[in-house]
Structures are given as C-alpha cells and as structure tokens.
C-alpha cells in the first residue's frame, strides 16, 4: 500500500491554555486525572480550541489537541488583521466583548482570549473580559463570539443586496 501525502493539510500552532489537577472522590478513596485546554491555529483565520483529560499530562494534552483540530472554526478577517463588528460571546459565567480597532491598535486582551484571537491571525482587536474569568470558558466565550462574526459580502447575500446597500 502507498503513503499518500497530503498536500492540504495546514500547519497549526498549538498553545497549552490551562492544565490543572482533577479529582473524583469514589467509594474507593480519590481518582486524580488532568484536564488540558489547548487552542489550535494557523494565524490566518483557522482556530479551534479543545479539551482533554486523562490519568497523565501529556495524554491529556494530545486529547485536548485531537479535539480541536475537529472544532476547528474560520473565520474571516477584514485587510488580514480585524474583525468585521462587534461581537459578544458567552460560556457559562463568562462574557467576552470584542470589537475592531484601528490599523496599528495591536492586541488589546489578555489570558485565554488573548491566545485564541493570536492563533486565530487577528492583529487589531480590543476586547473586554466580563464576568467571571474561567480560563476555559473565557476561551470558550472568545470562540463564541468568532463564530457570530458576519462579513458584509455575507450579510448582502444573506438579505439579497449589493455590499454598498449594506454598507450604507
């Protein structure tokens, strides 16, 4: 049988959010495990985010990698460095707020949103953190609010229209 190569495949970055200790106390005394929070991504509007746990480090991490290269997300960037709008995004307690900024404004965030936007090739972008600040589910929220992000050739589709009616 031959190998085949695929030439398709993207090359994606991969950054360890969170690792913490788990415990389920059984009958039996206390099962310790670990759980990973990897985001994946290739700086060019792919990002996927995963989680992973196992009796060993290391095997959680590749679990929690598995897993978001299947949840991987595109996302469409405006001149390969912001987003089109406003977006919101929630996961359970936690809220992000993100928003375009200006050529040259930089990365305004911090902790998991900040590693999912970077993966994700965003470069101008400011973004507040609301609500509590789970680094999983600020993760979570941050791809959340990707996903509700619409271009305006999309929105004209959507509605029937040129992008200049949209766009006003």
Known sequence: MQKRERKDVKTL????????????VT??????RFAACVVVGDHKGTVGLGIGKAAEVQDAVKKAI???NKNLIKIKLIDNRTIAHEAHGKSGASRVMIKPAPLGAGLISGGAVRAVLELAGVQDILSKSLGSRTKTNMANATIDALKQIKTPEHVAKLRGKTVEEILG
């Open 66 to 68: 598995q897993s978001a």
């Open 27 to 32: 009958q039996g005394g206390r099962q310790r």
């Open 13 to 24: 970055e991969e950054l360890v959010i969170e690792v913490k200790s788990v415990v389920k």
